[in-house]
């Protein structure tokens, strides 16, 4: 059976899109959720105070925080400050339970932090989600040549290093950000070196992995697929910027394309984005690389452009609803792969209920163009799926209502004031009665 990750999260909120505005002025992108959170987690490694800044105003750091307490941390948010401290003592705990792993993907990071600190960790198995199975064999097997023995029953995994971690060589049958992340977290304090091969190389990877350094690790091939980790008895607290993120910057320079529109993106990196702006050029954005950003202006209608995604520097899965949703009111057809999560074309139901012309064969989605699409009642399965719908609603004829607003909140904090600020007519409403 597949659970939502979000199915315990306050729903009933609706976002009523009206179609037709050109998006035009400049963005501020914070810093990447699916950095933030793994960093909260990689906090546990050093006994102190971490303080995290450019935090996201999203609530997922909320689950994290309280992850964190149930561990025997203090943690300190401060949303007008956009910094999250973590105040960990000398003992902490290691079971991360179902109530709390079940809502966010991202707490399984705690795994090599635990084992590693305390050697010992009860993980709550994550189970699947609305994108996909999402399994931990890797994590676990990561674990496990660093010397851990893990076994699981009653929806739990116990992973035990009652002497202690010692480095190994780690090969990936495929470059899995979780997998990488949690090796790296328990290799850090392991003893002796470890090497990790076919590592993956997103930069929220590199991101966890100079803070880390700041913290007294020593980790060589930062950025590359071959990690070097030379294992440390104890790690300090440090202070650390977390990455911009790219998939929020990615959203907008789609949004300013779809909607031929003229944003200026700032505080993001182009050359994590290196092969989307590629593509958002091949489909006619006019695009300027800024000192702390770029420009995205949309002119006429663009051109339907072929996406595969794939682990980085690929075409990441996060922004391939966004891509469905720019093909479907482009000039020409193009097929759209998925190759990281098997249920990510479920939101192409909701797509095709705007008018969208998309047929799915198993990973391939194969999209043909419209001049218009037209608004309808839709419903957001997920984060990022729910972003793809308003996009689109930006460019229906009317007034489209987005169900399961909290999906999109998860990864966009104030999305319909950012869209107001940029010229559009987005607001959230409660749930309109049927
Ligand atoms: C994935 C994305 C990442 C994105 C994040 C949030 C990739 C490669 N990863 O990271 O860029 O930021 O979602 O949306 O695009 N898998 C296993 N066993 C494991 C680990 C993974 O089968 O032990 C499978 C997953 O089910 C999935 C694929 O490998 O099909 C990608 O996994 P992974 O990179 O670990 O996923 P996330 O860390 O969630």
Redesign the pocket.
């Known amino acids: 059976m597949s659970l939502s990750t979000d199915s315990a999260a306050p729903g009933g909120d609706v976002f009523r899109v009206v179609g037709g505005a050109r998006l035009v002025g400049e963005v501020r992108v914070p810093a990447a959720k ?1 950095s933030v959170l793994k960093l909260m987690a990689a906090a546990l490694l050093a006994p102190g105070r971490t303080t995290l800044t450019g935090a996201p105003d999203i609530d997922d750091l909320d689950v994290m925080a309280s992850l964190l307490t149930s561990l025997g941390c203090e943690v300190t948010r401060d949303r007008d400050a956009a910094t999250v401290a973590i105040d960990v003592p000398e003992e902490i705990g290691h079971r991360a339970d179902y109530d709390l792993v079940r809502r966010i ?1 991202a707490s399984t990071a705690v795994l090599g932090p635990l084992v590693a600190r305390t050697g010992s960790a009860d993980l709550a198995l994550p189970g699947g989600d609305a994108i ?9 097997d990561a674990l496990t040549a660093l010397g851990a023995q893990c076994s699981s029953d009653h929806g739990y995994l116990h992973a035990h290093a009652p002497e202690g971690l010692r480095g190994a060589r780690i090969a990936f049958d ?6 990488t992340e949690n090796a790296v977290l328990a290799a850090v304090l392991a003893r002796g070196v470890t090497t990790v091969t076919n590592a ?1 190389r ?1 930069p ?1 990877i590199a991101d966890l992995c100079q803070m880390l350094v700041s913290m007294g690790a020593q980790i060589d091939g930062i950025g590359s697929a071959t990690l070097t980790i030379r294992g440390v008895e104890r790690l300090s607290p440090t202070v650390h910027a977390t990455v911009p993120d790219r ?1 929020v910057a990615g959203t907008w320079a789609v949004a300013a394309l779809m909607t031929r529109g003229d944003i200026t993106i700032r505080n993001a990196d182009a050359t994590h984005l290196s092969l989307v702006l590629t593509k958002l050029s091949s489909a006619g954005a006019d695009i300027t690389v800024l000192e702390d950003g770029f420009r995205v202006v949309g002119r006429g209608q663009p051109t339907a452009v072929e996406v595969v ?1 794939l ?2 520097p690929g075409f ?3 922004l391939q609803p966004m891509m469905i949703a720019l093909n479907s009111v482009s000039d020409g057809a193009a097929m759209v792969t998925e190759n ?3 249920s990510r074309f479920r939101f192409v139901n909701e797509l095709t209920r705007l008018g969208a012309d998309i047929r799915t064969d198993g990973h391939h989605a194969f999209v043909r163009g419209q001049t218009r699409l037209s608004a309808a009642p839709v419903e957001a399965t997920d984060i990022r799926a729910g972003a793809g719908l308003v996009l689109a609603g930006l460019v229906a004829d009317g007034v489209t209502h987005v169900y399961g607003a909290h999906h999109i909140d998860r990864g966009y904090a104030g999305f319909a004031e950012i869209l107001q600020s940029l010229g559009a007519d987005v607001t959230r409403v409660s749930e309109v009665a049927p």
């Open positions: 699916n993907r996909g199975s999402r399994g931990i064999d890797m994590h676990i495929f470059p899995s950000v979780g997998a993956a997103e929220e998939i995604t682990p980085y990441p899965t996060d990281i999560y098997e």
